[in-house]
């Protein structure tokens, strides 16, 4: 999606790998999300970051951390991966001044062997 | 308990009829906003309609509407003279409180519509 790029697309990792989701925005906006998604359900917050150099524990915060470099990028990090973290992970970022919805980048997929 | 509740996993819908997706919320804030968004089998979220807790009318965008029943805390998503490429999973969501910054969407578990040709 224009505007929310997410890298990488895919990736395998192993049992106790670390790895670092990326998110960057081109929009100018403050607030930033990462989203998890298991097959066949909905999303659920992980971390959030409501403006520059802030974040805040979501939902299901356990064994990931976050880092919000500046305004532009919120990275995800998994410090020992496990299986329980396969998953499809989104970055989000608020809109704000209109309906304050959420606009997705187009999710990584990440399994955890 | 849960915010969200989308109680139809899947359904089916005739290509040109009207479909409805059921979603109830649960909320003790005043203030607050009802989403809908779509996901296609490609995987990306998109954006449907939006309604205010405030907003006296029901939302519209296009085919979609929103039938807003505050008192039944319920925001079911209509989408009329459906079309094959509605077939998709969609997510019902709510944001509590006024919109500012931080706020976060907690998503229902999904309803996935399979358009018949």
């Known amino acids: 999606n224009a505007g929310v790029t997410q890298t990488p697309k895919f990736q395998v990792l192993k049992t106790g790998q670390s790895m670092t989701l990326q998110c960057a925005q081109d929009m100018n906006h403050n607030s930033m999300y990462w989203y998890r998604q298991d097959p066949g359900m909905g999303l659920r917050l992980i971390y959030y970051?409501?403006?520059?150099?802030?974040?805040d524990k979501g939902e299901v915060p356990n064994g990931y951390n976050v880092s919000r470099l500046n305004k532009r990028e919120f990275s995800l990090r998994l410090e020992s991966a496990a299986p329980s973290q396969t998953s499809v992970y989104f970055c989000?970022?608020?809109?704000?001044?209109?309906?304050?919805?959420?606009?997705f980048g187009e999710g990584s997929r990440l399994t955890v062997l | 308990a849960q915010k969200i509740t989308q109680t139809q996993p899947g359904m089916f819908v005739q290509e040109k009829e009207a479909v409805t997706l059921d979603c109830t919320y649960d909320?003790?804030?005043?203030?607050?906003?009802l989403f809908w968004y779509k996901q296609p089998s490609s995987g990306e979220m998109i954006f449907l309609i939006y309604q205010g807790s405030y907003d006296e009318q029901n939302a519209t965008e296009g085919r979609y509407s929103l039938n807003f029943q505050k008192a039944r805390k319920s925001a079911n998503l209509v989408i009329s003279a459906s079309q094959l490429g509605d077939s998709a999973m969609y997510f019902c969501a709510m944001r509590e409180g006024r919109d500012n910054a931080g706020n976060m969407l907690t998503f229902g578990g999904g309803t996935r519509l399979m358009v018949k040709p």
């Open positions: 970051s409501a403006s520059e150099g802030t974040t």
């Open positions: 989000a970022v608020r809109l704000a001044g209109g309906t304050g919805e959420l606009f």
């Open positions: 909320t003790s804030d005043q203030s607050y906003g």
